[in-house]
């Protein structure tokens, strides 16, 4: 694996960082590209054009700041050298409804710096909760990650990918349909939870007190 790898305070500052980064790709592979809930995805991997980012923000400021490096940086790169980047927020954003929230923020930010039509962010959570469904339901598990994560991606890359791969519009019904059939243990078996001890501790009681987000492809 090669892929591009960095920390918002530099390169993979410590171990924590490197763990968090492991985790990322270790349920990027197993998850996402393993069950294709992406179709997408495998080709950014296994082109090393995927950017991994550890912010060091401790609250939605300091996370926002992160995110405006993140958006300038990504703009300013060109995509055959770093096409998406996943901007990890391990230190923050704890709570789903707070992070759900701070989507507006990000979204008002990528209109701030007049990069709507270019760029976009999508996110995932380790307590992703689609409205009107259980914190336990397997079908939450489509958007978990196991650090709150944004995910910054290039208009014109979403519009190749899905010109190339016309079943894109039914992703989200079939992840649910994926999920639901591979159940909770089957998730569980996938091993795609965070290492770190501290955040492991949290994972294990995940379903406790998690937010009402609306439903996100």
């Known amino acids: 694996m090669n892929?591009?790898?960095s920390s918002s305070a530099g390169d993979v500052a410590?171990?924590?960082d490197a763990t968090?980064?492991?985790d990322m790709v270790r349920w990027l592979e197993r998850a996402v590209i393993g069950l294709n809930l992406c179709p997408f995805a495998k080709g950014v991997h296994t082109k090393d054009q995927i950017h991994y980012v550890v912010s060091h923000a401790t609250d939605a400021r300091g996370l926002l700041e992160d995110l405006r490096q993140e958006l300038e940086a990504l703009a300013e790169s060109p995509p055959e050298r770093r096409?998406?980047?996943l901007l990890m927020a391990p230190h923050c954003m704890e709570d789903f409804l707070d992070f759900n929230d701070f989507l507006e923020l990000a979204d008002e930010l990528v209109e701030a710096m007049d990069l709507a039509g270019i760029l976009q962010v999508a996110s995932f959570h380790?307590?992703?909760q689609f409205a009107g469904t259980a914190?336990?339901?397997v079908s939450n598990c489509t958007n978990r990650a196991p650090y709150p994560t944004l995910h910054l991606l290039r208009e014109e890359s979403i519009d190749r990918a899905v010109e190339a791969f016309p079943e894109a519009e039914a992703i989200f019904e079939r992840n649910i349909e994926v999920m639901e059939s591979?159940?909770?243990a089957g998730w569980e078996a996938l091993?795609?939870?965070?290492r770190c001890p501290a955040h492991a501790a949290a994972a294990a009681g995940q379903g406790a007190g998690a937010g009402r987000g609306k439903a996100q492809p």
Do not use: M
């Open 3 to 5: 892929n591009d790898l």
């Open 135 to 137: 914190p336990e339901d």
């Open 191 to 194: 091993d795609v939870g965070p």
């Open 14 to 16: 410590d171990g924590h």
């Open 126 to 128: 380790p307590r992703f």
């Open 20 to 22: 968090v980064i492991q």
């Open 83 to 85: 096409d998406t980047t």
């Open 182 to 184: 591979l159940g909770a």
